[in-house]
């Protein structure tokens, strides 16, 4: 796989189906329309780059409006804005959340660029974060985007966390119509899809498994993170590949203006990053590790131990994980970003029969390079390399197997942004994604020979996209956002073809009142393979082919969304989603070491649909939000329940979470999350029946189950209580965060299994019990998180 078979892909895409070039070019000339004909008055724009004073990073999100009007634009992913006026004198104010807002009185006769840093603000840091959210408050308003959810790692920080370790996707699992798998885990299922569904995306490269230790924990380093957007339905056009959602993920750039050294210490896991200048107010560089360290305990007990012959050794367990990021600053109007992140995690157990090894990771790059040919008009084009893969391997002196796949992913994208006038901002692009996978290979051989078994396939496939859309200012009360992404995917001969509409559309009654619509389809070409119904690393990618069609989705959302007091922001969505070609396997599939796996899928579709409920507030010594959410998740297989619609697995009817942060003194801010839901629904045995072959051998019992998913495991519900004080160290800063997770020590079920009851010292069974396994008690903690 190399460089040159991506770009034979896309060629291959562009040249040889000459009639979806036609359409693309006819749904171009479509597009373009409206704004060849949009004339208005003479303007100006003022544009520039905004960056923090301390550090040098761009600022994204950042506000830049016109004083006393609803006038203004936000910097995008590069820190820029451009603002369209007409000729004039202006009061322009730029702020930024924790930031000092900055107003400026701008005469603007012709184009002006005004790059700006803003300064941090500590000392009145609430009011900045009232004014800094006004403004992003009337953003929401006043733009068609709706169903996303945005995240700083600050904000993330100051909330509980299990271990004391924050995590950005168990804090995005707080937001409505995002739900986790269960206890502990940080996987995603958004709005009625499987984890697999949501497209993870760290500087725009593709990561398959976004969690550590079977799922309790993300990926993601909250020292090395900026920011998360989360889109749970009206995608932008750029977004394709998966049906449920798109969590795109940035990496801080690093400190330009001088050396910084962040860390902490926590209780199964440290951390530490470094960055600075390469050149001084040019370039920059981070690097970012952490690992666990329980390993080091438990070794140290089966040491101590090994001589005791009624001692069961503890497995081994730890991961670790590394970010790295340059960016370079290569003249007034380039930019040149560099990304790592690579991972493993490393689950060992060996005693004298038993030598089990099992590992898993991501390895991830890109490199992103930003030109801005005018003040209107830029481009990003990245090439990444994504690879995901597990190995299981049993040693033994007289026997030993080994299990191994892997997905392996280049990918070569442009995406350019063409901001027409005030009224159109046009993005469109390109992108196309060379797949290799390695399914289920199966290696087992005996030392003398007489068991050599090998199994497994390899495939590839190659995945295009090609968008455009509009960002459509029609007035000042109405917007519409409309778009086409054309997508492919050829593997074994056979060209899939999609077509991805996009719309959504905002109307503002008011100042502080606006109706949002949208509707997306997006298609899927990767499927995961699990036996598990969990986001185990050992599931499997495969592509689709000839005999699996790729997945597709249409979702319609509308809703309202209401300011009030310019402290409370109101906002209630309904969705119905439909899913087809759903993959699921057959019962009693084998997924491991079979060369015909296909023969184990069976297909159908997926309904879902609900209501969300947000209230936030952002202003005074108490801030916070609660989200609920009401919602079904259904799924329809002809070979699978008798053909019966049966509820999934993270179907979960009432969702509810409440968030409260107190400021309590200028060193001190406690938090409390509390969080409630409907059981996960389970498939449980309602009799089981006695096999006997041969009159007077054993005899095997066998479960009668009735159908799927027609149970539920008892309501889920946590209080985690928070507390950060503030350190005043000689030099940097610090803190201590305090963190108690479930208070009042709810035993939450993680799974239920069935305990065997025989007669007192007799095999003969007498019955069987239900038992409830639960994972986590009461578990306060502390971390030390440092600064200088």
């Known amino acids: 796989m190399t460089f040159s078979s991506v770009y034979n892909s896309a060629r291959h895409f562009l040249f040889q189906w000459p009639m979806l070039g036609q359409r693309a070019v006819f749904f171009l000339f479509c597009l373009l329309l409206p704004i060849s004909f949009s004339q208005a008055q003479e303007r100006v724009s003022l544009n520039g780059t905004l960056r923090s004073a301390a550090t040098g990073e761009a600022l994204i999100g950042a506000s830049v409006s016109v004083a006393g009007t609803t006038t203004g634009v936000e910097t995008n992913t590069n820190g820029v804005y451009t603002l369209s006026l007409a000729p004039g004198t202006y009061q322009i104010q730029f702020s930024y959340i924790g930031f000092k807002t900055l107003t400026r009185e701008i005469a603007l006769t012709t184009n002006t660029r005004l790059n700006l840093e803003l300064e941090e603000n500590t000392s009145q840091l609430s009011e900045v974060l009232v004014e800094a959210e006004r403004n992003t408050f009337q953003e929401r308003l006043s733009t068609p985007q709706m169903s996303m959810e945005t995240l700083s790692s600050r904000e993330a920080k100051l909330l509980p966390a299990l271990f004391g370790e924050v995590d950005i996707i168990k804090t995005l699992q707080l937001k409505p119509g995002i739900q986790s798998g269960g206890e502990g885990s940080s996987g995603l299922f958004v709005r009625g899809g499987s984890s697999d569904q949501n497209l993870v995306l760290l500087d725009d490269a593709l990561v398959y498994n976004p969690s550590h230790l079977f799922g309790f924990f993300s990926v993601f380093n909250p020292d090395a993170v900026r920011g998360v957007e989360l889109y749970k339905g009206g995608f932008p056009a750029q977004f394709g590949g998966r049906l449920s959602s798109v969590l795109d993920v940035k990496l801080r750039e690093g400190n330009r203006k001088e050396y910084d050294v962040t860390g902490g210490l926590g209780l199964i896991a440290s951390r530490l990053s470094v960055e600075g200048p390469i050149q001084k107010d040019k370039s920059s560089f981070l690097v970012s590790g952490r690992r666990t360290y329980v390993d080091v305990f438990t070794r140290m007990i089966n040491k101590a131990k090994e001589s005791d012959p009624d001692f069961s050794p503890i497995p081994d367990y730890y991961f670790y994980d590394f970010n790295a990021k340059a960016s370079f600053e290569l003249g007034p109007n380039d930019r040149l970003f560099i990304s790592g992140y690579y991972g493993r995690d490393f689950f060992t157990f060996k005693d004298e029969d038993f030598n089990f090894n099992f590992n898993w990771g991501n390895r991830v790059a890109s490199a992103r390079w930003v030109h801005q040919f005018s003040p209107r008009f830029f481009v990003n084009t990245t090439f990444s390399s994504s690879n995901y893969e597990y190995a299981i391997k049993n040693q033994l002196d007289i026997y030993s197997f080994s299990l191994t796949s892997n997905i392996?992913?280049?990918?070569?994208?442009?995406?350019?942004?063409?901001?027409?006038?005030e009224k159109h901002h046009l993005r469109f692009g390109l992108a196309v994604t060379d797949h290799r996978f390695v399914v289920g290979r199966l290696e087992a051989n005996s030392q003398d020979g007489s068991v050599n078994v090998g199994a497994g396939n390899e495939y590839s496939g190659q995945e295009y996209g090609l968008y455009a859309s509009d960002d459509w200012t029609f007035s000042p009360a109405f917007t519409l956002s409309y778009g086409l992404r054309l997508s492919g995917?050829?593997?074994?001969?056979?060209?899939?073809?999609?077509?991805?509409?996009?719309?959504?559309?905002?109307?503002?009654?008011?100042?502080?009142?606006?109706?949002?619509?949208?509707?997306?389809?997006?298609?899927?070409?990767?499927?995961?393979v699990s036996n598990t119904g969990a986001s185990l690393p050992t599931d499997i990618w495969y592509p689709s082919s000839p005999g699996v069609r790729p997945q597709r989705s249409d979702q319609f959302t509308v809703g309202l969304t209401k300011l009030h007091k310019d402290k409370y922001l109101f906002s209630t969505e309904a969705y119905y989603k439909k899913m087809n070609r759903q993959l699921d396997?057959?019962?009693?599939?084998?997924?491991?070491?079979?060369?015909?796996?296909?023969?184990?899928?069976?297909?159908?579709?997926?309904?879902?649909?609900?209501?969300?409920?947000?209230?936030?507030?952002?202003?005074?010594?108490?801030?916070?939000?609660?989200?609920?959410?009401?919602?079904?998740?259904?799924?329809?297989?002809?070979?699978?329940?008798?053909?019966?619609?049966?509820?999934?697995?993270?179907?979960?009817?009432?969702?509810?979470?409440?968030?409260?942060?107190?400021?309590?003194?200028?060193?001190?801010?406690?938090?409390?999350?509390?969080?409630?839901?409907?059981?996960?629904?389970?498939?449980?045995?309602?009799?089981?029946?006695?096999?006997?072959d041969v009159p007077g051998e054993d005899y095997t019992v066998i479960p009668v189950y009735p159908e799927r998913n027609s149970f539920r495991l008892a309501a889920y519900?946590?209080?985690?209580?928070?507390?950060?004080?503030?350190?005043?160290?000689?030099?940097?800063?610090?803190?201590?965060?305090?963190?108690?997770?479930?208070?009042?020590?709810?035993?939450?079920?993680?799974?239920?299994?069935?305990?065997?009851?025989?007669?007192?010292?007799?095999?003969?069974?007498?019955?069987?019990?239900?038992?409830?396994?639960?994972?986590?008690?009461?578990?306060?903690?502390?971390t030390y998180n440092f600064k200088f």
């Open 489 to 528: 995917f050829l593997n074994d001969g056979k060209n899939f073809l999609g077509l991805e509409p996009r719309a959504a559309a905002s109307y503002r009654f008011t100042e502080t009142l606006t109706l949002k619509a949208n509707f997306t389809r997006m298609f899927q070409y990767v499927h995961l």
């Open 408 to 421: 392996t992913d280049l990918t070569l994208k442009s995406d350019f942004e063409y901001i027409t006038s």
């Open 717 to 782: 519900h946590r209080l985690d209580f928070g507390l950060v004080y503030k350190l005043r160290p000689k030099r940097g800063a610090a803190d201590l965060t305090f963190s108690v997770y479930n208070v009042y020590n709810r035993r939450n079920p993680y799974f239920v299994y069935f305990e065997t009851l025989k007669e007192d010292d007799s095999d003969q069974i007498t019955g069987f019990v239900a038992k409830q396994v639960s994972l986590f008690p009461v578990i306060p903690s502390v």
């Open 585 to 692: 396997l057959k019962d009693g599939a084998q997924i491991f070491g079979n060369n015909a796996l296909e023969e184990e899928f069976v297909f159908g579709t997926g309904d879902s649909y609900g209501q969300e409920f947000y209230v936030e507030k952002k202003e005074g010594k108490t801030t916070g939000w609660i989200g609920y959410t009401l919602s079904w998740s259904t799924r329809t297989f002809p070979d699978l329940n008798n053909g019966k619609t049966f509820p999934t697995r993270f179907d979960r009817r009432h969702d509810l979470s409440v968030v409260a942060l107190q400021e309590v003194s200028k060193r001190i801010s406690a938090t409390a999350t509390f969080v409630y839901g409907t059981g996960n629904a389970y498939s449980l045995p309602v009799q089981r029946f006695v096999f006997q």
